[in-house]
């Protein structure tokens, strides 16, 4: 997709901002799956007494289930986000 001569810059620019987004969203996501994964582990194992092997593997599934139910909308919103700022910049230059 080409914008022009100094829309090169504008689109480095862009992608960097996402990047920057995406290491703060990151940063923000993973304590937190450390986190929920702990919490569910000492529920099972000790509240509910399951078992060790299937308290392990009921942590093991939750971080799919938070990476679906988490971290893919915080990644479309990011992502939302970064294309309407590149297009009021567009529209900004035009």
């Known amino acids: 997709m080409d ?22 969203a990151e940063a923000i996501l993973l304590p937190l799956f ?19 092997p299937f308290s392990i593997g009921i942590t093991i599934l939750v971080v799919p289930a938070m990476l679906f139910g988490v971290a893919f909308p915080v990644g479309y919103i990011l992502g939302k986000r970064a294309a309407r700022r590149l297009k009021s910049r567009i529209h900004d230059q035009s």
């Open 3 to 24: 914008f022009g001569g100094d829309d090169d810059g504008l689109l480095h620019k862009v992608v960097a901002e996402k990047k920057a987004h995406l290491k703060n």
């Open 34 to 52: 450390i986190v929920v994964a702990v919490i569910v582990f000492v529920l099972c194992f000790w509240h509910y007494e399951i078992s060790l």
